[in-house]
């Protein structure tokens, strides 16, 4: 048990990208695997509709969906601990590919609580300035 600790610590103190650069890569990754989410369901309309019983639209985009899939879910397991997610949500995260567009929905919410949390950052540090500037301090 203490080696699988030990080994999650090593995990999470791993970070090969900057936060901004995993960002940006997961943005790809959820994108990419909603692109394979469309392409199968078109694959399946096609089948039934237009092509009726014909699988190799389905096999296709399967291939391709798939291959985004674990591509998504690799994407979450290497950047999570630059983007400093903890257990909970790397888990979450990983688990919202599942459903159709689950990940994008996932990439929107942490999307708003970063943009929120910049905003609570940038409010702290206006008021420390006023506060600062109020008692003739200077931060130089």
Same mark, same amino acid.
């Given at each position: 048990?203490?080696?699988? $600790? ?6 999470? &103190?791993?970070? #090969? ?9 997961? %943005?790809?990754?959820?994108?990419? !695997?909603? =692109? @394979? ?5 078109? *694959? =399946? ?9 014909? !699988?190799? *639209? ?8 798939? @291959? ?12 999570? #601990?630059?983007?400093?997610? @903890? ?5 979450? +995260? *990983?688990?919202? &590919?599942? #459903? #159709?567009? *689950? ?6 919410? $942490? +999307?708003?609580? /970063?943009?929120?949390? &910049? ?7 206006? /008021?420390?300035?006023?506060?600062? %500037? &109020? ?6």
């Amino acid at each position: 048990m203490r080696i699988l $600790v030990k080994l999650y610590g090593a995990y999470r &103190s791993w970070k #090969p990208f900057t936060e901004h650069e995993a960002w940006l890569l997961f %943005k790809i990754g959820a994108f990419a !695997e909603a =692109i @394979g989410w469309t392409l199968l369901i078109i *694959g =399946i309309i096609l089948r039934d509709f237009v092509l009726h019983g014909n !699988e190799v *639209g389905v096999q296709l985009a399967g291939r391709l969906h798939g @291959g985004f899939f674990m591509l998504y879910v690799l994407a979450v397991l290497l950047l999570s #601990p630059s983007l400093g997610w @903890g257990l909970v949500k790397t888990v979450f +995260a *990983g688990l919202c &590919s599942i #459903p #159709p567009y *689950g990940s994008l929905l996932f990439e929107r919410w $942490v +999307a708003n609580q /970063r943009k929120l949390a &910049s905003i609570h950052y940038l409010k702290a540090r206006l /008021r420390l300035v006023l506060f600062l %500037k &109020s008692r003739k301090i200077t931060t130089e």
